[in-house]
């Protein structure tokens, strides 16, 4: 069972992916906004984050900082979920956050269990 991180402010889309994540097996934690989710980061290790960039500014800063801090000591792949209306090469810049994959919303639950399955095998 692996120990998955998910950071998302929409309660709806926050319990849909918990129970993809569940169904395939493994335990997922829930944060509501950036810093909740830099809280979690200091405190667990987690083997994937999925984080959706569209949380309120305010503690995006300190989980960007939190996430590179983490990456930076050992293998922490992340999923960005993202709107449509995003531009792809401005993640990082806008930011700081890197990731191994991107999925667009909306998305469908087969589309985020292949990326999870593909990252953590």
Do not use: C
């Not at 996430?67 to 992340?78: E, F, G, T, Y």
């Amino acid at each position: 069972m692996k120990r998955i991180l998910v950071i998302e402010d929409d309660l709806l889309m926050i319990h849909v992916v918990e129970l993809i994540i569940q169904k395939e097996g493994h335990h997922a934690d829930l944060a509501y906004n950036g810093k909740e989710a830099a809280m979690l980061l200091r405190t667990y290790d987690y083997d994937l984050v999925i984080a959706d960039l569209k949380l309120p500014f305010p503690y995006l800063n300190e989980l960007s900082a939190q996430l590179r801090n983490q990456r930076s000591r050992r293998q922490l792949p992340v999923i960005l979920v993202l709107p449509a209306y995003f531009v792809m090469d401005s993640i990082s810049s806008w930011f700081g956050m890197e990731a191994e994959e991107i999925i667009i919303r909306p998305f469908s639950p087969v589309e985020l269990t292949s990326k999870i399955q593909a990252l953590l095998n």
